[in-house]
């Protein structure tokens, strides 16, 4: 019973998160996304709030950089994904003026800072 509230409470986040990359990526503003969140999700606005600035902040980069990562620097799906979880996430949560960069920039910023450790 426990087990299935948690496995439904995931599953309703992930469709939340879901909603706002496609709301976002169709350039929907950010206040009637979050409209739309309170209305269909039935969440209160700091909910909302938080995941359109995860989406922002760190998904929607994420997916810019993968898509870089494979067209453009010949990553198989595999590395792009473990290179986006070890070392983009991490740093975009932590200097959220990197999710302003195209992603090329974003890619150059990140293997510097690899290179300095």
């Known amino acids: 019973m426990v087990i299935e509230l948690s496995e439904e409470r995931t599953i309703r986040h ?19 996304i979050i409209r739309i969140l309170q209305k269909f ?3 209160d606005n700091e ?15 994420c997916r810019k ?9 010949g990553f198989n799906a595999d590395d792009a994904d473990i290179f986006i979880h070890k070392y983009v996430k991490r740093k975009l949560a932590s200097n959220i ?10 890619y150059n910023e990140i293997q510097k800072n690899i290179e300095q450790k």
């Open 14 to 32: 992930r469709e939340k998160k879901m909603a706002v990359a496609v709301l976002y990526e169709a350039k929907v503003k950010d206040d009637e």
């Open 41 to 43: 999700c039935n969440i």
């Open 47 to 61: 909910e909302a709030v938080n995941i359109l600035q995860n989406e922002k902040i760190i998904e929607a980069p």
């Open 97 to 106: 003026e990197l999710c302003k960069l195209p992603p090329e920039k974003l």
């Open 65 to 73: 950089l993968t898509q870089f990562l494979l067209l453009e620097k």
